[in-house]
């Protein structure tokens, strides 16, 4: 199956930036989407972006024109830029992994989650 393997968070100040990274490994197929998702203390998990294997990107409005999502098929990683870092940003971010082709279309996968705190 795929695994995901999370890394790049940490503490940061208000108004800085920060970038994650999640590297798959498995058979992920060659056409997916990957992303992230996060979730803060008391709240449930939301979407924060999104990318296809063509490169179609989605954003959740809260972090739309901060945070730019990317991808390097070759290398099956995911990268996350978050910029102008607010506290509400705060949140354990997890990547995910949906294969729509190969063995493991279908079934969606998720990395273990690295910690995001931005102080005020």
């Known amino acids: 199956q795929v695994h995901l393997v999370e890394s790049g968070g940490g503490l940061v100040q208000a108004g800085g930036s920060l970038s994650l990274s999640c590297a798959a490994s498995?058979?992920?197929?060659?056409?997916?989407?990957m992303g992230w998702y996060r979730q803060a203390p008391g709240k449930q998990r939301e979407l924060v972006a999104t990318i296809t294997s063509g490169g179609t990107t989605n954003y959740a409005d809260s972090v739309q024109g901060r945070f730019t999502i990317s991808r390097d098929n070759a290398k099956n990683t995911v990268y996350l830029q978050m910029n102008s870092l607010k506290p509400e940003d705060t949140a354990v971010y997890y990547c995910?992994?949906?294969?729509?082709?190969?063995?493991?279309?279908?079934?969606?996968?998720w990395g273990r989650g690295t910690q995001l705190t931005v102080s005020s």
């Open positions: 498995g058979s992920i197929g060659s056409g997916n989407v």
């Open positions: 995910y992994a949906r294969p729509f082709t190969g063995w493991n279309r279908g079934r969606d996968f």
